[in-house]
């Protein structure tokens, strides 16, 4: 316990020495002022144990920062986990489902396919929904400076390389798994696919698919760092480029951040845990 | 397997011809870009970005420049900036990770701590945030940099070049630290091999043929870094505002390079020169697909080669063991042994 406090800390810190970094490069100060950096540092971290009092200048007015930072953070969030956790399920549903129909050359197709870059696959998609509009007039997402939120398109444009990104795991770990014996002997004894998926694959890859969710999600992530760019949409990191001061770093991605970092320490408590009643 | 190695060598050329002719034509022509004269139709001055059709072969920007001499001006740029932060980080971290991996081993679970918090703030998001002022603000009030170009480019490299130090370093420490748990090296130390000597006799023989993919995979991470900065309105050396042919104040990217290109143009996404953005966005596509391609064949020949080799010898030592000689003859059958004799 007193470890995973430990790493939340470092995490914190992490996150506040970087978000103070920008104070080393700005030339109207003098490149590489160490000791106005340290000043930052430390009002920064002393401000994160009166968070309710920071402040961020919005034009010419000082406003209170956690107030009005939570309509960006929520839009956020409910993009990337829905987009995150719709990846995850379709991907390795997808991958159990295909994994008996796709052969060698396939897969080397989907390897390739997977490092598209995220640019190509926006640029292209944002380019489609402009066509579908100019064909028919709906208008599937507010593309420049929408004002109202939506949902829809930012979520499946995330989606997809996530998605890409599971399923080749997923198809990866099955293929792993196949050759193993028991495999083999449930096959002689004539266990039909679906009950060899149901009860012998998938328990067994369940194990090693916990340690690519958090790869998976710093893929997502930076994807849509990304994504609020090229669709304009205004989040948090949105936010973050438009007030570039420490405080409003630091405290859109710890507050972004740290529930994620919760829930994977505990995932990896919990595959810990699992481990070692599999060796017993 | 004929299909894939044509792949293999078209990745390869690919990726080649295009830094080679880039770099010919520098020397060449000291990339001059040709610009295209107004064209008129019915009588009426069409306005610049040509398309593909109305100017061979990739038409014009908004400048009336010609885009493909532009692509090719740009392509040493690119790739050479990946190429060279990507040595730069190699060398860096083949150097500690060799020292650490070696020597201090115990040490490396707790950096791992530090790298994983490191991986939680986005490494695009990063750079940009550090190098605005020097690449942004500073021309944004009087359109003037207060450092000069080749000073920014070298805060650039820097920044890029440390700031993938870190997990690159942790993969490579720990290649040097899982030799020592290699079978053989246990004889080594009965004879009496020291740390030093394993780190100069064997480990080489382990980390150099990792090595290329990891170098060629450290590329595509330096090129799609290159490219987020590019479309957040980063470019190489900063850009620099311009006027075209009406008069129109644009910015301008100073290399030509491809990532800033993307940039720029992304906004032409919008009108009905939708295609412009698309021409760097595919050549780079494209570039960093065989690169992947080129490290999955790679791979791939490593495996087989592997499984090659251990059956050959397998079979050699099989054959001499139970060699039978047998009189060539038209019969069907031969008995080595006949029962009973």
């Given amino acids: ?280 | 397997m004929v299909f894939r190695k044509i792949l293999y060598f078209l990745s390869i050329g690919y990726v080649g011809t295009l830094l080679l002719i880039s770099i010919f034509y520098y020397f060449k022509t000291g990339d001059v870009i040709p610009e295209v004269k107004l064209q008129f139709e019915n009588g009426n001055a069409l306005s610049p970005p040509y398309s593909p059709l109305e100017h061979f072969p990739l038409g014009t920007d908004n400048k009336s420049k010609d885009i493909f001499y532009i692509i090719l001006t740009g392509a040493k740029y690119t790739l050479g900036i990946a190429l060279l932060i990507t040595s730069l980080r190699v060398v860096i971290c083949l150097f500690l990770g060799a020292v650490f991996g070696t020597y201090l081993s115990r040490g490396l679970k707790y950096i791992k701590g530090l790298v994983d918090s490191w991986h939680y703030f986005p490494t695009t998001l990063a750079v940009y945030l550090i190098l605005y002022w020097i690449l942004i603000q500073d021309a944004l009030i009087d359109g003037q940099f207060t450092l000069t170009f080749s000073e920014r480019v070298l805060i650039q490299i820097t920044v890029m070049v440390l700031i993938g130090i870190l997990p690159l370093f942790y993969l490579l420490a720990n290649e040097f630290a899982n030799i020592k748990n290699l079978e053989f090296i246990e004889g080594v130390k009965v004879l009496g091999g020291k740390k030093t000597y394993i780190l100069f006799k064997h480990a080489p023989k382990f980390i150099l043929p990792k090595l290329r993919f990891i170098f060629l995979q450290e590329v595509i991470h330096v090129l799609l870094l290159l490219v987020h900065l590019g479309v957040m309105g980063m470019l190489l050396g900063g850009s620099v505002l311009t006027k075209d042919l009406f008069e129109n104040e644009i910015f301008t990217s100073l290399t030509n390079e491809w990532s800033g290109l993307i940039g720029l143009w992304s906004r032409f996404l919008w009108t009905t020169y939708a295609w412009m953005p698309f021409i760097p966005i595919t050549l780079l596509t494209v570039t960093i697909l065989s690169m992947q391609y080129i490290v999955d064949y790679l791979k791939e020949l490593e495996l087989n080669k592997q499984v090659k080799d251990s059956y050959v010898k397998i079979n050699k030592k099989n054959l001499e063991k139970n060699k039978i000689t047998t009189n060539p003859s038209n019969e069907k059958f031969v008995y080595l042994q006949k029962k009973g004799s």
Wanted: a positive charge; charged letters at 10%; hydrophobic letters at 55%.
């Fill in chain 1, 1 to 280: 316990m007193v470890r995973y406090i430990l790493n939340l800390l470092f995490t914190i810190l992490g996150i506040c020495i970087i978000a103070s970094l920008p104070t080393l490069f700005r030339n109207d100060i003098g490149l590489l002022n160490f000791s106005l950096f340290f000043q930052n540092l430390s009002t920064l971290l002393k401000s994160l144990l009166s968070p309710f009092e920071v402040t961020y200048l919005s034009g010419m007015t000082e406003r209170n920062l956690l107030e009005n930072i939570l309509p960006y953070l929520k839009y956020s969030i409910v993009i990337l986990t829905s987009a995150y956790i719709a990846a995850l399920l379709l991907g390795i549903t997808f991958g159990i489902i295909l994994t008996f129909n796709i052969n060698n050359s396939i897969r080397k197709i989907i390897n390739v396919l997977g490092s598209i870059p995220d640019i190509t696959i926006f640029f292209f998609l944002q380019w489609i929904f402009l066509l579908i509009y100019k064909k028919t007039g709906i208008l599937l997402f507010q593309i420049a400076g929408g004002f109202e939120n939506s949902y829809f398109i930012p979520i499946i444009s995330l989606m997809f390389i996530p998605l890409i990104y599971f399923f080749r795991i997923t198809i990866l770990l099955l293929s792993e798994e196949m050759p193993k014996n028991y495999i083999e002997f449930a096959k002689s004894k004539g266990i039909s696919k679906t009950q060899l998926i149901k009860n012998h694959l998938f328990p067994n890859i369940k194990l090693k698919l916990y340690n690519y969710l958090k790869p998976g999600f710093w893929y997502t992530f930076s994807n849509l760092v990304i994504l609020e760019l090229i669709f304009n949409i205004q989040g948090i990191i949105w936010f973050i480029l438009n007030h570039q001061t420490a405080e409003v770093i630091a405290f859109s991605l710890i507050l972004f951040l740290i529930p994620w970092n919760i829930f994977f320490v505990a995932v990896e408590a919990f595959m810990k845990k699992t481990k070692l009643r599999m060796n017993n």
